[in-house]
């Protein structure tokens, strides 16, 4: 009677796999393996450690088969693991040096030691298993929306169980002022999933702005459908929030398409976002326009655009510029995210005020410069002269045109420019050349001799010294530190030069060194030219 006792173990056996499988999720035949390799452990601490035990459990009728394996060796180094070749012949005539020779061993009895042993490996396999299952799942699903129960709260962190996974919400990716108990359902967005010390973990979210996105996207069909675009999101996590929208149909509104009947759309999310007020804005291509627009519900009354620096302008009437601002910098701030920019804001009376000091500062300028009065210091910079070289520079006839000048005003006005600028300029020369900036530097195209001053002062002396600068050493850099953008100066700051001008000398200064070659501008020769010229391709 003892064999179908046996039969009745090696099925529970199966079904015992079967059943971890379908409870984990995971795949039988690991299982099986996890248990092959408990039951390979335990035979080695029985028949001892040093032999190289293998087990093997059959998927279909789930005998187990225990077997000790030695490899053919021409000299033997470990007995337990290796044998000669001559002993390995009597066992097998066709046996030769590398082959791997299987001796079955009778079924193993365990212990309570050993079974105790297997279970850990069972349940340490299974568990890696599990994890490498919820990894593969989850990795494709960063940027979804997913739904859970809280399991538990630690210390302000959120544990969600996803049904097959488990997740957590950290405190500072909670909304303020919310809070969840066990048993709590809760939506958030997933924005990383990686691979720990401690097995995969899924981080999720409910203050990321794509968390608003993927929230609307749900509200609303016609972001699903592809229709309506969210262009951008700049969230106050739980206080305030800008979302930029616009419509690839014309007959759509976006707006309104996202507020919905009654505000029925916009409601929704607001409530899962425990009230975060939204302020939806029409997006638009022109960026004047969209930064007006993402300042609602201020009104604007004039912007100046800096497009090198991305920096706007932007004037508003003197009651409108708390609104403007917002509580605590909030809607300035939160434009600002949503469009990219920085915003400077200044009320009607700032700005008048500040021009009036730029005239001021011009006209000083002039009168210095040219040694006139101020009455025609005045009237250049009322015509919108900025600078000594403009008035060097520009043609006689414009000079000539300003009311109360003739033509040999003009000339006198002009020459005295260019006298003072020369001036100006021989004296830059002589502080570089103290400085001990080479006269290499001179010859890139686009460095002035103001600039070959600034050089000097920060160290930068030979080409070398040019070509081995970033663009952000020239130009200065923007990091944000906290909620807050700071602007780290650049060597060439108050020269007013774009990026793109920037690299464009550190590179002349790399070919002029040497560092690199020069790429020749070829012009594509037309079709049908020369000999080798291929012919056009037929439509």
């Given at each position: 009677m003892a064999e179908p006792a046996v039969s009745a173990n090696r099925l529970e056996l199966l079904q015992i796999a079967d059943a971890v499988a379908r409870e984990k999720s995971i795949d039988k035949a690991?299982?099986?393996?996890?248990?092959?390799?408990?039951?390979?452990?335990?035979?080695?601490?029985?028949?001892?450690?040093?032999?190289?035990?293998?087990?093997?459990i059959d998927e279909k009728t789930g005998e187990i088969r225990l077997s000790r394996v030695v490899e053919v060796v021409e000299e033997v180094l470990e007995d337990a693991r290796q044998i000669t070749l001559a002993e390995a012949r009597q066992r097998d005539p066709e046996a030769k040096f590398g082959d791997f020779l299987s001796e079955p061993l009778p079924p193993l009895d365990f212990g309570r030691i050993a079974a105790q042993s297997a279970k850990q490996v069972i349940v340490q396999k299974v568990r890696e298993a599990e994890r490498e299952r919820q990894f593969e799942e989850y990795k494709d699903r960063i940027g979804d929306i997913v739904s859970g129960i809280v399991k538990r709260v630690e210390y302000g962190n959120v544990i969600v169980d996803l049904g097959r996974a488990e997740a957590i919400v950290r405190r500072d990716e909670g909304l303020p002022r919310e809070s969840f108990r066990y048993g709590?359902?809760?939506r958030a967005y997933v924005y990383d999933v990686r691979q720990e010390q401690r097995g995969p973990q899924i981080f999720l979210s409910r203050t990321h702005p794509q968390f608003m996105a993927k929230l609307f996207m749900q509200e609303v069909p016609e972001i699903y459908d592809g229709i309506i675009e969210i262009k951008s999101v700049a969230r106050d996590p739980g206080s305030?929030?800008?979302?930029?929208?616009?419509s690839r149909d014309s007959s759509i509104d976006p707006v309104g398409a996202c507020v919905g009947m009654r505000g029925s759309r916009v409601q929704a999310v607001v409530n899962e976002l425990q009230g975060e007020k939204i302020d939806i804005i029409p997006w638009s291509p022109d960026a004047a326009s969209f930064i007006v627009n993402a300042l609602a519900p201020a009104e604007v009354a004039k912007v100046v655009l800096d497009e090198d620096a991305e920096r706007i302008e932007v004037v508003v009437p003197d009651d409108q510029l708390s609104l403007a601002i917002g509580r605590r910098g909030q809607n300035v701030?939160?434009?600002?995210?949503?469009?990219?920019?920085?915003?400077d804001i200044l009320t009607e009376a700032e700005e008048s005020e500040r021009r009036q000091k730029e005239f001021q500062e011009r006209t000083e300028i002039f009168m210095e410069a040219l040694d006139v009065d101020e009455m025609i210091g005045q009237l250049l910079a009322s015509e919108g002269f900025a600078s000594v070289e403009e008035v060097a520079f520009v043609p006689d006839e414009e000079v000539a045109a300003i009311e109360g000048f003739d033509e040999d005003t003009a000339l006198e006005i002009q020459t005295r420019a260019r006298e003072y600028l020369e001036r100006i300029e021989n004296e830059l020369t002589?502080?570089?050349?103290?400085?001990?900036?080479?006269?290499?530097?001179?010859?890139i195209p686009g460095v002035t001799t103001p600039m070959l001053v600034a050089f000097g002062e920060h160290g930068i002396k030979t080409l070398e010294d040019l070509a081995g600068c970033a663009t952000d050493d020239l130009t200065g850099w923007i990091e944000r530190k906290g909620e807050e953008?700071?602007?780290?100066?650049?060597?060439?700051?108050?020269?007013?030069?774009?990026?793109?001008?920037?690299?464009?000398?550190?590179?002349?200064?790399?070919?002029?060194?040497?560092?690199?070659?020069?790429?020749?501008?070829t012009a594509p020769a037309e079709a049908g030219e020369g000999e080798d010229a291929e012919p056009e391709a037929e439509a």
């Open positions: 690991i299982v099986i393996q996890a248990m092959a390799d408990a039951i390979q452990k335990a035979a080695r601490s029985r028949y001892g450690s040093e032999n190289d035990i293998r087990a093997v709590d359902r809760i305030r929030a800008k979302i930029a929208v616009v701030r939160l434009a600002s995210q949503l469009t990219g920019w920085d915003i002589e502080k570089r050349v103290a400085l001990g900036v080479e006269d290499s530097l001179v010859a953008t700071v602007r780290e100066a650049g060597i060439l700051d108050g020269f007013e030069i774009s990026r793109q001008e920037a690299e464009d000398m550190i590179m002349r200064a790399r070919v002029a060194a040497g560092w690199i070659e020069e790429e020749p501008e």
